[in-house]
């Protein structure tokens, strides 16, 4: 990965990966699957500690206390400006985890689609925001279901024609359910600002099987914008619209409640906004190394707000090739997000995960010698669709395995 004015060893030293030194050396040694590992955590005999480099690989793990720091660093900051949270839940689609979020201080979590929805639901979530629309019949009355079961879920609406149907599936299922008007930032979903916003939530208003809630308002494009002083006044500045709309919403006498949207990226510019009152970051309880470039506040570079808590085990497979290391991590175990993943401890490593089953190192200088089946340890490129490869998630505490947390919503892309 090139960083364009930081060396790669200020780099990884500043995320942390200098911290980690300590544990990154790969140790040849016996891979536990994850059916032994779960049977351990049924026989009660997970707790006395199974390291993290004892794990067969790819192994997706979490440094809990990493977590903890990121739930607590993002309550610390919302709080000091005067909104909320309510994380994405397509991150980690782990309920343990939104369990965490929530216990942190969250007042809800953020679904994007209806069966991640209904994971967090079975997993013991309630308050859920969904923020996609839903718009076949078969996932209007999913969820539709999910709000009769659950007096706290509330679903994103963008188009006059989608209000009515969920209108209807409501009145069929004899609730009246919770809405909020989705209003586009760009062209990516959402209602446009002004006008068409204004009137979609009149009607939701108007519609006898349905509350209107307030609107979201979400910017993709800016997240990942680099340097925090520029991306902080794209941010207001690309809100105007929506703002303008929550505004005109208000005037109106509609229900302006919710005033919901940014992600990891602009968590703490989001409130400069008037009216605004929870971000939706997801990224940030992981990171990856796509949000370790864009720059904080602090640290113009890298973004430091946050540790990566989430990283792959993998195993060194051969040896052979100087100047060379191939491991069991490919794309898909790391999918093929740029930027690469970063080797934690390694930092003349460029890692090319373009090749389905492997991952192809170079390198000119290393710290050890390696040889097969030592392991090394990853920060992953994009955080959500890394963990959608994997079924579970060993949560570790100082390397040694403290739980396994099933990834229920892996897979769910309906
Ligand atoms: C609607 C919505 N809200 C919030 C997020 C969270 O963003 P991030 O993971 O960048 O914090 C996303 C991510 O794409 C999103 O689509």
Redesign the pocket.
Known sequence: MTLPSVSRRGFLHSVGAGAAATMWIPKAVAGYTGVEIKAKADAGTLGVGVSKWELDTPALCVDIDKLEQNIATMKKTITANGIASRP?S??HKTPAIAKMQLAGGSIGI?A?KVSEAEAMFAGGVEKILM??CNLSPHKIRRAMAIRKANRQYIQAVDNPENARDLNDAAKELGIVADVVVDVAVGTRSGVPAGEKALALAQLVDTLPNLTLRGM?S?D?GV?HFKGFKYRSEEAVNRYAPSLETYEAMKKSGLNTEIFS?????T?NIMHKVPGFTDV?????IFMDAQ?LEIGGEQNEKIFTDFTPSLTVMTTVLNTYFPGRLTTDAGSKALTLNKPDAIVIGEEGFSYNAGSDEFGAIRYETSNKTYKAGDKLELIVPH??PAVNEYDQIYATRNDRVEAIWQVAARGHSQ
Do not use: F, P, R
């Not at 949207?261 to 990226?265: F, L, P, Q, Y």
């Open positions: 994405h397509k991150t953020c994007a923020t996609t979201i979400y993709g997240q949207g940014g992600g990891s990226g968590y939706q970051a997801g990224s940030y949000y955080c959500d």
